[in-house]
């Protein structure tokens, strides 16, 4: 692990989401933007959402992680005794802090709309009450890959496995990107295993979702670690960032610490803005290409449709 303490690998946002297409030097999210978001939307309307559960049909079980807005517990369908997971999001704890009211309407939106893809963890369904918003989710009884990273040897997998976790990633980003959305905090919590043992994108807490190819994003959000240089360097981005935090992700997985350790969150962000990292010899060269493609200048780093074709991912062939 890094020397960095176990609680930086909590994500952070700051700002609220504005639309760069028209992007100048001189914009800023300033208070009309955030003045003129909340005049846009009811926080709490989700009428795009069909579903129209309610927290009587469930029998609350543990509770499997403390989220950032709200516990997260096994849930049982009563009717069914089938197992789900219920996130609850509290409300004011949401609208305590700029931006995050819409943040968490984006992230059922968005994991409303990704739910057909296999890859991503799938949206069962979803209610409010006064006090919070409840999405219950299908149950990835494997847990998260961080954890399940943290039993291995020397916290690393074989470059077979590691590819093999890697193309799935890549599988369920690209359904991502195709629609425009950027995850932003992607990372080894964040993916989960199914009962079969598959993994599946988790959290679009910090997505967004761009409206047209022009359309970027400035706005400070994932967790330290990941943290693109563009992002850092406050530019606007678009789906790069995903692809230098796969990178990262990619790197955890073969080495067992991350690319750019540090003991400070100076330490770290001098060592991101100066693309200051190495990698062992350990590991594969295909393995190697494949980070090494990720972690440089945005404008040089490959798509995720090219990532889908990457020799790395494909050694079976
Ligand atoms: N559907 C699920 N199945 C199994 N575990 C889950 C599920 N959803 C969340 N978790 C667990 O809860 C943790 C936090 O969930 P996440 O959605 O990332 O919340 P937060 O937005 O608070 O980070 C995950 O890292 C995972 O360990
Ligand atoms: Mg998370």
């Given at each position: 692990?890094?020397?960095?303490?176990?609680?930086?690998?909590?994500?952070?946002?700051?700002?609220?989401?504005?639309?760069?297409?028209?992007?100048?030097?001189?914009?800023?999210?300033?208070?009309n933007?955030i003045?003129?978001?909340?005049?846009?939307?009811?926080?709490?309307?989700?009428?795009?959402i069909?579903?129209?559960?309610?927290?009587?049909?469930?029998?609350?079980?543990?509770?499997?992680?403390?989220g950032?807005?709200?516990?997260?517990?096994?849930?049982?369908?009563?009717?069914?005794?089938?197992v789900?997971?219920?996130k609850?999001?509290?409300?004011?704890k949401?609208?305590?802090?700029?931006?995050?009211?819409?943040?968490a309407?984006n992230?059922?939106e968005?994991?409303?709309?990704?739910?057909?893809?296999?890859?991503?963890v799938?949206?069962?369904?979803f209610?409010?009450?006064v006090?919070?918003?409840?999405?219950?989710?299908?149950?990835?009884?494997?847990?998260?890959l961080?954890?399940?990273?943290?039993?291995?040897?020397?916290?690393?997998?074989?470059?077979?496995?590691?590819?093999?976790?890697?193309?799935?990633?890549?599988?369920?980003?690209?359904?991502?990107?195709?629609?425009?959305?950027?995850?932003?905090?992607?990372?080894?919590?964040?993916?989960?295993?199914?009962?079969?043992?598959s993994?599946?994108?988790?959290?679009?807490?910090?997505?967004?979702?761009l409206?047209?190819?022009?359309?970027?994003?400035k706005?400070i959000?994932?967790?330290?670690?990941?943290?693109?240089?563009?992002?850092?360097?406050?530019?606007?981005?678009?789906?790069?960032?995903?692809?230098?935090?796969l990178?990262?992700?990619?790197?955890?997985?073969?080495?067992?610490?991350?690319?750019?350790?540090g003991?400070?969150?100076?330490?770290?962000?001098?060592?991101?803005?100066?693309?200051?990292?190495?990698i062992?010899?350990?590991?594969?060269?295909?393995?190697?290409?494949?980070?090494?493609?990720?972690?440089?200048?945005?404008?040089?780093?490959?798509?995720?449709g090219?990532?889908?074709?990457?020799?790395?991912?494909?050694?079976?062939?």
């Amino acid at each position: 692990m890094s020397e960095y303490s176990e609680t930086d690998r909590s994500s952070t946002f700051s700002g609220t989401d504005t639309d760069y297409s028209s992007f100048s030097e001189s914009d800023e999210v300033n208070e009309n933007d955030i003045n003129e978001t909340k005049r846009k939307y009811d926080f709490w309307d989700f009428k795009k959402i069909p579903f129209r559960g309610s927290l009587k049909n469930y029998k609350l079980g543990k509770q499997i992680a403390k989220g950032k807005f709200g516990d997260i517990k096994l849930a049982t369908f009563i009717k069914t005794s089938k197992v789900y997971v219920m996130k609850r999001l509290v409300k004011s704890k949401l609208i305590s802090k700029t931006g995050m009211a819409l943040q968490a309407k984006n992230e059922v939106e968005l994991q409303y709309q990704l739910r057909k893809s296999p890859d991503i963890v799938q949206i069962v369904d979803f209610f409010t009450d006064v006090d919070a918003i409840y999405i219950v989710l299908e149950y990835c009884s494997g847990g998260n890959l961080f954890d399940k990273r943290e039993l291995r040897p020397n916290h690393t997998f074989s470059d077979r496995q590691a590819a093999i976790y890697v193309y799935q990633i890549v599988r369920a980003l690209a359904y991502c990107h195709e629609r425009g959305v950027i995850h932003r905090d992607l990372k080894l919590e964040n993916v989960l295993i199914s009962v079969g043992g598959s993994l599946k994108l988790a959290d679009f807490g910090w997505a967004t979702q761009l409206k047209s190819l022009k359309d970027r994003r400035k706005t400070i959000c994932g967790t330290l670690d990941y943290f693109s240089p563009e992002m850092l360097n406050s530019e606007t981005y678009q789906f790069t960032t995903d692809i230098w935090s796969l990178g990262v992700l990619a790197y955890e997985l073969l080495v067992g610490d991350v690319p750019f350790p540090g003991a400070s969150k100076e330490e770290i962000y001098g060592k991101i803005s100066e693309y200051d990292y190495t990698i062992p010899s350990t590991v594969s060269r295909k393995a190697r290409d494949f980070i090494e493609s990720c972690l440089q200048y945005p404008e040089n780093r490959p798509s995720i449709g090219q990532l889908l074709k990457h020799p790395w991912l494909h050694f079976l062939k």
